[in-house]
Every structure is written in C-alpha cells, then in structure tokens.
C-alpha cells in the first residue's frame, strides 16, 4: 500500500529558482494538506484543500501556492524560493475535512541556497 | 492561532523506564491527538481523544484527555528502543484555516538500550 508518495525526497535549489513539490495519495481521501517542519517550529499549516477544486491557506501560506486539479494530486510550488523556505516538508491526508486521522507522507528536504 | 504547549522538549530515558509527557491550550479543545515520528518519516497517528475525561490505550501508550479540555498527557510504559522520536500533540485549530490540525512542537525521546 503506498499511501502518500511525495517527490523529490530532497533537493538544492538556488535562491529565485522556482519548483514544485509533488504529492499523490491513492487513498481517494477528499482533504490533503501541505505542512513545513522546522527545528523548534513543529509543524505548521501552508496550504490546504477540502476536496478537489478547492485550495484553502493554512498558518503560513506567504511563497507558495497550489492547486487540486483532482483527488490524486496535490502540489506545492515556490515560485522564487527564498532561504528562509528551507525546511521539511510534509503532505498529509484525510478522508474528509473532519477527520483528523492524517496520513503523511515521507517529506520532502529542501535546501535553498 | 491556537498554540499547543508540549512538555518536555526532549527526555533521554533508559529502556525499561516509563515516560509521561503532555501538552496544554490556551484555548478549549474538543479532540485531542498524539502522532509519532520516526527519525526520516513523517509523523503516524498513535491515539485519538474525543471526549472529556477519556483515557484511551494502544498498546504499552496511554492518553488522557483532560477534564477541562485544555490539556492532554501520554504516557509510554516499559520503553524500548524504538520507542524513540518526535512526539506530536495536536488538535483541530479554528479560525482561517477551518479547523484544521495544529501541531505542538514535539516532545524528542531517545532510549538508551
């Protein structure tokens, strides 16, 4: 079962360079989530989405930006990454925008430099 | 937004020990959750409180949520060795982000085998 499978697993990337993080869950969970982890942060909320169609922004939603084109997929894009994006991080799902049994995926190290 | 308050930051016990940590609000909770983070993985849900007063078990883990829905406590009994990572207390915010998970920022464990 793969559950959520985030791309790349890590990543350079030069300061005004733009990229996108992939995250696809086979679940067929409605809701999906976007967090960042850093030291003594915890995990904080970017980005979320209830349902396909529909984008929401979570705690820290400043450089990025996403889309939920259907159930499946859910990517978080930088579009002129900054240093201070440097961080882990995590897609999640639900099965719904009530459930707060999230399944996470393995995360994504980016480094900008 | 709602913050989550987790004691202690980091514990180093040795295998065999109990461990007891827990997490506090500001603000009323109505569900409590603990996840569990593997070193390089994202975090796993462990147990999931919903109500007032419950006391809920998973194997060697045991959760409370507490009386006054402020605050909730986990506690491991007979350590072992990977019983070790980020302990995450969360529970759903409120406001712009639609009740969505806020996480605390961890308890580290590390058991001495």
């Known amino acids: 079962t793969a559950g959520i499978t985030q791309a790349p697993t890590s990543q350079i990337l030069a300061a005004g360079r733009s990229m996108t993080l992939r995250c696809t869950q086979d679940m067929r969970h409605n809701a999906m989530y976007w967090y960042r982890q850093d030291l003594g942060l915890g995990l904080r909320l970017i980005h979320y989405?209830?349902?396909?169609?529909?984008?929401g922004k979570g705690e820290v939603p400043d450089g990025y930006s996403v889309s939920r084109a259907n159930t499946d997929d859910f990517p978080l894009t930088l579009a002129s990454a900054v240093p201070s994006q440097t961080s882990v991080y995590f897609c999640?799902?639900?099965?719904?925008?009530?459930?707060?049994?999230?399944?996470f995926g393995s995360g994504t190290r980016l480094t900008v430099v | 937004g709602q913050q989550l308050n987790q004691s202690p930051q980091s514990m180093f016990i040795q295998e065999g020990e109990d461990v007891s940590m827990n997490c506090t609000s500001s603000s009323i909770f109505n569900t409590w959750l603990w996840y569990k983070q593997d070193p390089g993985e994202g975090p796993v849900l462990l147990i999931a409180?919903?109500?007032?007063?419950e006391l809920t078990s998973n194997g060697r883990l045991t959760a409370q949520f507490g009386i006054t829905r402020k605050d909730s406590f986990l506690n491991i009994s007979a350590s072992i060795p990977s019983d070790v990572g980020i302990y995450f207390c969360a529970g759903p915010g409120s406001g712009g982000s639609n009740y969505k998970l806020t996480f605390g920022k961890g308890t580290l464990l590390t058991v001495n085998p």
């Open positions: 989405s209830n349902t396909a169609g529909t984008t």
């Open positions: 999640a799902s639900s099965v719904d925008s009530d459930n707060y049994g999230y399944t």
């Open positions: 409180l919903y109500k007032a007063g």
